[in-house]
Structures are given as structure tokens and as C-alpha cells.
């Protein structure tokens, strides 16, 4: 009974690629059916899609493997809803399980009203918990972080202190993210890629708040790279309404966040991706390059 069947294998990929944002959450699922812990790991650090391909590779090697196969089959076909709400295409995730459940029901490896059994769904459970755990005490971590910052009078040992931060919580949201970096003309306070885009990062937590002048500085360094390169500026302080405002409208390619913005995040109330999609939809759809997260429906 070794491995399933080519196009099944293909569709499940699709399935684990679209159904997941959060690597965590498709760890949990992936336990929960019973997959090796070390075999899960082994490929973590891949993309979504390439961690299934090789995983369900691996174990197709293998009687066990093959009966795990079949065990995440019937996970994926028993699924009603997308696992993991931070999906960024909703749709095309249901599409995928959906197209999943018709190909195995096509050629008899499910049957339609095949259930869960209680131990797998006790298993998921626990890992799903298992996860809000964990991300829920590095969230802790990261506040208590961000607290000391604010009680620190030296205000250049915040500012790299928040420069630490935003390493962490992008890790945390499994957001790639690089360190504060040299050009040989410029220093860059970080870059992420979110949705297909380049986001170049400033960073500012001073007492004052930043000016014209600065945000101009910082849109010239977004300027200067590829096209599709956006930027985004933390302003711990927050910003001047009548700053704010001149990077409003056509042309503009940075969207701004403050203190109160990132609170959110550290209490766990706004994922931090989605946070930052709602800014740029905002950007894109009413040219308002800042817009707190506290206008989203929380």
C-alpha cells in the first residue's frame, strides 16, 4: 500500500499551501494527524508548499509513512472550513480542499461520510492549544520588552531596543524580516516582503515626533530601490496630523504605523499581517497612508 496516488499527492500540496498562513498552525495540523514530530520539523523552514512536497515524499517511502498519507487525506476531506483564518485567499484554499475531496472521492480512497475520529480530534486540538500557548507567552515576552523601552530615559537605547522588537514579532507572525542593514549610501532599518512586495522599514521611538523632512528622507531611500518597493514608518510618538497628510493621494508608497498600532499587535488583538493589509488596502482604496489599526473591526 505504498503512497497515494500522483495527482491526489498534488492536491493535497495545494491544499497545505493555501489552507495555511501560520507555519505553527500547519505544524499542529500535521501532528495532530499523527506525522512524526522530528519528520514534521525536518522541513520546516521551507515554503509551505515545498515542506508538504517533501514531506509527503518522505513518508510515502515507507508502509507507516504511506498510512500517515492516508491519515492527512482524510484530515484535509474532513475539513468544513479553512484551518488557519490568516489565509490571505480564503476562497482559494476552499477551492483546493474542495477539489482534494472530489479527486479522492473520484477514485475511492474516502468515503463521503468518513469522520474524524475522536482521537485525531482530541490530538488537534491539543496542538491547536498547544500553539495559542506559545505564541500567546512569546506575545507576553515581546510586551514586556516594549515596556522597558518605554521606561528607558535613554532614547537611543529604545530605539535599538525597537529595532529588537520588530525582529521578533515579524518572526512571531512568520513574516521574513531582515535586520537594520547598510547600502553603501544609506542605512536601512529593515525589510520585509509581504504579498509579493518589498517593504523597506524606519524605525523611530523618540520623544518628539518625526517631521516632513524625515518621511521625505525615508520615501527618497523607497524611491531609489525597484518600482514595487513600498515602505513603512514606525513612529512610536506618532505623527502630525498635518504630516501624516502630505503623504496622502497618488504617488504616495508608504503607509506609516505608531505606538498605539503596535500595542494592539503585542496585546494580541491584531494579527500583525493583517494589520499591515489593512493599511495598504486603505492606502490603495482611499490614499491615506496613515490609518490606525484601531479603525478595523476588532
Known sequence: MRGLPYEIVEAMIQCFGRSFYYKDQMEAFLLSAGVDKALVRKYRDEYK????????????????????????????????????????????????????????????????????????RTRRAEESARVLRERAAKLSAARVQFLAGVADPDRQAAGYSLEDLLNELFALFEIEYRKPYRTPTQQIDGHFRLDGFDYLVEAKWR?????????????????????????????????????????DGGGANI??????????????????????RFKIVKAAQEGRAFVPFHEMKL
Open 49 to 120: 508548499f515545498t515542506w508538504a512536497r517533501k514531506l509527503l515524499s518522505e513518508l510515502a517511502e515507507t508502509e507507516d509513512g504511506a498510512l500517515a498519507q492516508r491519515r492527512l487525506l482524510t484530515a484535509l476531506c474532513n475539513l468544513r472550513d479553512v484551518p488557519d483564518s490568516g489565509v490571505p485567499d480564503r476562497d482559494a484554499a476552499l477551492g483546493a480542499l474542495r477539489a482534494l475531496k472530489e479527486l479522492a472521492l473520484s477514485k475511492d480512497i474516502i468515503v463521503k461520510k468518513q469522520k474524524e475520529d475522536t482521537k485525531s
Open 207 to 247: 520623544k518628539d515626533m518625526p517631521t516632513e523632512a524625515e518621511l521625505l528622507a525615508f520615501q527618497g531611500k523607497v524611491n531609489d530601490k525597484l518600482e514595487s518597493t513600498r515602505g513603512l514608518f514606525m513612529s512610536i510618538q506618532g505623527f502630525r496630523d498635518e504630516v501624516a497628510r502630505k503623504f
Open 255 to 276: 503607509i506609516l504605523m505608531d505606538g498605539q498600532d503596535l500595542t494592539l499587535v503585542l496585546e494580541g488583538r491584531v494579527a500583525l499581517a493583517d494589520g499591515l
